[in-house]
């Protein structure tokens, strides 16, 4: 099993310039959640899903969208980039009662 | 929603001494409390985790005990060696472990 892979890596956007961090994990897992990471304020929640069709924001919602129309696929978009977006990005997943597992983060600098 | 604190921000300890991580939070509903060690450039990893029916749960030189009446769980490292050394987030979760609110953080420097 590959887990849960992130792309990109690293990207550098224009503000107001879309993109789409992709997500994916080959553990059949329910839940997957996006969370970025910024210096000394530890891992926000952005939006988790518990199921393929199904989900929900988490604290720090705005400026990005997401869907879930398959179990392995879980893309964050960003529609408009904008300097408070620069962060570094992790996707997670897990199963029932057991934990997430993170996948190696994206790390996104918008100027 | 829930509010996970946690403390110290940072902690120096020599090797072979004990840490001791603490956090408290906010919504009496949480039932899952885990804890991830973070490496420089690396993810988050899982080191432990306690769910609300229980009081302490140790791995190897690694506890986490929880207090669900005063809404505050610790984590302790004994034996500290080197390679302890990163930063360390608590999270409490009120769904299976999804959704979860983190602390933030903890960095640990352990010097021989």
């Known amino acids: 099993n590959a887990g849960v892979t992130q792309t990109p890596k690293f990207q550098v956007l224009k503000t107001g310039q879309s993109m789409t961090l992709q997500c994916a994990q080959d553990?059949?897992?329910?839940?997957m959640s996006w969370y970025r990471q910024d210096p000394g304020m530890g891992l926000r929640l952005i939006h988790y899903?518990?199921?393929?069709?199904?989900?929900d924001q988490g604290e720090v919602p705005n400026g990005y969208n997401v869907s879930r129309s398959t179990t392995e696929d879980f893309p964050l978009r960003l529609l408009s980039a904008a300097p408070s977006q620069t962060s570094v990005y992790f996707c997670?997943?897990?199963?029932?009662?057991?934990?997430?597992?993170f996948g190696p983060g994206t790390r996104l600098l918008v100027l | 929603g829930e509010n996970v604190e946690q403390h110290p921000s940072t902690l120096s300890v020599q090797e072979g001494d004990s840490a001791v991580i603490k956090c408290t939070y906010s919504?009496?509903?949480?039932?899952?409390f885990p804890w991830y060690k973070q490496e420089l450039g690396k993810r988050p990893q899982l080191i432990i985790d306690i769910r609300s029916n229980v009081g302490e749960k140790k791995d190897q030189r690694i506890a986490v005990t929880l207090n669900k009446t005063a809404k505050h769980f610790s984590l302790h490292i004994t034996e500290t060696q080197p390679e302890d050394s990163a930063v360390y987030f608590c999270a409490a979760s009120k769904g299976s472990g999804y959704a979860l609110n983190f602390g933030k953080g903890t960095s640990l420097l352990v010097t021989p």
């Open positions: 997670a997943s897990g199963k029932g009662q057991e934990t997430q597992y």
């Open positions: 899903s518990v199921g393929a069709g199904i989900t």
């Open positions: 919504d009496s509903a949480s039932n899952y």
């Open positions: 553990m059949n897992h329910e839940y």
